[in-house]
């Protein structure tokens, strides 16, 4: 039995590493554009297939729009009167343009090391560690102590229009019983001191406000003296907002996150100085950095359509991501900054979701982390970024980052995330489905 076990270990370590090499294969680039967006379908299909060759019943939804495929499975537990556990992670990824990468961004390389591609860690990763899971316990008959509900998802990096959000309106009874979520950008190591590693769990992450901004004007000839330039007024509405520095603001979650860091390093992290107390962080420092004020980054102009023609409209889109409880606050200093003359309108907007560091599900957390790296320490953190945690938490379900790596001291992490030459090390793959493992069986 014991040689068993140990056979169906390897091969789904072997599968995590394969199954994540062929989903980054799988071109499921999300642009935001309805128009060139290339969909999910066939990376649904891979998935259920794979879910169908062990024995899963799967359930296939195009969520809105034809292509934008999602996967359900449903593995019965020992105890159906406990609220079922979501895991969840998403199909698509974000564009990528090859002639600034090492390796081709689609082509699923394993070398020097790291499966490379466009997705690896945002969050075909995932995807495979939890893929790969699922059958070795349909092939080893092994029943969960509480039902778990897999969902492999589209559309989460244009905020789940055609995937979580879609879903949770349209198709709630998917989720049915679902108490507690967990999926990606949590659980990855960051080495602290002397080989000892911390586990950052995420608990809480910003809410998403994609706002457009629109000036208007007076059009006329570009050779002409104009003193109401479109263009001029919004550029300069977009430098204040962009150049603003909102308050520092400490949440529980931040300050949890720094009470562990300082227990575990012995470094004082001094509230009275947030940017200087997490300067110390290191590489981890800008993630974090970004958890301690509202940011409002702009990230897109629109304007004109001929050289020496003054247009009578301007826009910019803003990428604003608030701190949780700071929304009313967020707002009133917009209208501080843009003034009267620049509208605007939400073309996005997600709340921020918070819950807390304790309960069952965190303990089985920290000790399937623990057994496989023993002396490491698991610390709650907040999420910059957004996930489709912000569709599940409406639902009342407590959801929770927590895709398990074990990373090397000197990889940038958080620099990987939509970055060039994105990869994930192979052997925090195979730990990482280790950590699965111990945690499904468990959880």
């Given at each position: 039995?014991?040689?068993?076990?140990?056979?169906?270990?390897d091969?789904?370590?072997?599968?995590?590493?394969?199954?994540?090499?062929?989903?980054?294969?799988?071109?499921?680039?999300?642009?935001?554009?309805?128009?060139?967006?290339?969909?999910?379908?066939?990376?649904?299909?891979?998935?259920?297939?794979?879910?169908?060759?062990?024995?899963?019943?799967?359930?296939?939804?195009?969520?809105?729009?034809?292509?934008?495929?999602?996967?359900?499975?449903?593995?019965?537990?020992?105890?159906?009167?406990?609220?079922?556990?979501?895991?969840?992670?998403?199909?698509?990824?974000?564009?990528?343009?090859?002639?600034?990468?090492?390796?081709?961004?689609?082509?699923?390389?394993?070398q020097?090391?790291?499966?490379?591609?466009?997705?690896?860690v945002?969050?075909?990763?995932?995807?495979?560690?939890?893929?790969?899971?699922?059958?070795?316990?349909?092939?080893?008959?092994?029943?969960?102590?509480?039902?778990?509900?897999?969902?492999?998802?589209?559309?989460e990096?244009?905020?789940?229009?055609?995937?979580?959000?879609?879903?949770?309106?349209?198709?709630?009874?998917?989720?049915?019983?679902?108490?507690?979520?967990?999926?990606?950008?949590?659980?990855?190591?960051?080495?602290?001191?002397?080989?000892?590693?911390?586990?950052?769990?995420?608990?809480?992450?910003?809410?998403?406000?994609?706002?457009?901004?629109?000036?208007?004007?007076?059009?006329?000839?570009?050779s002409?003296?104009?003193?109401?330039?479109?263009?001029?007024?919004?550029?300069?509405?977009?430098?204040?907002?962009?150049?603003?520095?909102?308050?520092?603001?400490?949440?529980?979650?931040?300050?949890?996150?720094?009470?562990?860091?300082?227990?575990?390093?012995g470094?004082?992290?001094?509230?009275?100085?947030?940017?200087?107390?997490?300067?110390?962080?290191?590489?981890?420092?800008?993630?974090?950095?970004?958890?301690?004020?509202?940011?409002?980054?702009?990230?897109?102009?629109?304007?004109?359509?001929?050289?020496?023609?003054?247009?009578?409209?301007?826009?910019?889109v803003?990428?604003?991501?608030v701190?949780?409880?700071?929304?009313?606050?967020?707002?009133?200093?917009?209208?501080?900054?843009?003034?009267?003359?620049v509208?605007?309108?939400?073309?996005?907007?997600?709340?921020?979701?918070?819950?807390?560091?304790?309960?069952?599900?965190?303990?089985?957390?920290?000790?399937?982390?623990?057994?496989?790296?023993?002396?490491?320490?698991?610390?709650?953190?907040?999420?910059?970024?957004?996930t489709?945690?912000?569709?599940?938490?409406?639902l009342?379900?407590?959801?929770?980052?927590?895709?398990?790596?074990?990373?090397?001291?000197?990889?940038?992490?958080?620099?990987?995330?939509?970055?060039?030459?994105?990869?994930?090390?192979?052997?925090?793959?195979?730990?990482?489905?280790?950590?699965?493992?111990?945690?499904?069986?468990?959880?």
């Amino acid at each position: 039995m014991t040689e068993h076990l140990s056979d169906t270990r390897d091969l789904a370590e072997a599968e995590s590493v394969q199954l994540t090499s062929e989903l980054i294969r799988i071109d499921t680039t999300n642009t935001g554009d309805p128009a060139t967006v290339v969909g999910e379908r066939a990376a649904a299909e891979y998935v259920a297939e794979k879910l169908a060759e062990v024995g899963f019943d799967t359930t296939y939804v195009e969520s809105g729009a034809k292509g934008r495929g999602n996967v359900f499975a449903r593995l019965e537990g020992a105890d159906p009167s406990r609220g079922a556990l979501l895991v969840h992670g998403h199909l698509d990824a974000v564009p990528a343009d090859p002639s600034e990468w090492s390796v081709h961004p689609l082509s699923g390389a394993v070398q020097d090391g790291y499966v490379w591609g466009r997705g690896a860690v945002d969050m075909k990763d995932m995807v495979a560690m939890t893929l790969a899971t699922a059958r070795r316990f349909q092939r080893d008959g092994v029943v969960p102590p509480r039902d778990i509900i897999f969902a492999f998802l589209a559309d989460e990096e244009a905020a789940g229009d055609y995937g979580s959000q879609w879903l949770v309106r349209n198709r709630p009874e998917l989720f049915e019983g679902a108490t507690e979520a967990i999926s990606e950008v949590g659980g990855f190591s960051i080495t602290v001191k002397d080989d000892v590693r911390a586990y950052m769990i995420e608990t809480a992450e910003k809410g998403i406000a994609w706002l457009k901004l629109r000036v208007r004007g007076r059009a006329g000839h570009g050779s002409m003296v104009h003193e109401d330039n479109a263009v001029t007024k919004l550029t300069q509405a977009v430098a204040r907002l962009g150049t603003h520095k909102f308050p520092l603001v400490l949440t529980e979650s931040v300050r949890e996150f720094l009470a562990a860091m300082s227990e575990i390093t012995g470094m004082e992290f001094d509230e009275d100085d947030l940017e200087g107390a997490v300067g110390k962080l290191g590489a981890v420092a800008r993630m974090v950095g970004a958890t301690i004020r509202d940011t409002a980054n702009p990230t897109m102009l629109t304007a004109g359509y001929k050289a020496n023609v003054i247009p009578s409209v301007a826009e910019a889109v803003v990428d604003c991501r608030v701190l949780p409880g700071r929304e009313a606050a967020f707002e009133r200093e917009l209208d501080e900054i843009l003034g009267p003359d620049v509208e605007r309108e939400w073309v996005a907007k997600l709340p921020a979701v918070e819950t807390t560091f304790d309960g069952a599900l965190v303990d089985a957390m920290t000790a399937s982390i623990v057994a496989e790296d023993p002396g490491a320490r698991t610390v709650p953190y907040m999420l910059s970024g957004g996930t489709d945690a912000k569709a599940f938490d409406s639902l009342g379900i407590r959801c929770f980052g927590f895709a398990p790596l074990r990373l090397p001291a000197d990889l940038d992490f958080a620099a990987l995330f939509h970055g060039v030459d994105e990869r994930v090390p192979v052997d925090a793959l195979k730990f990482g489905t280790r950590v699965m493992d111990r945690f499904l069986r468990s959880c």
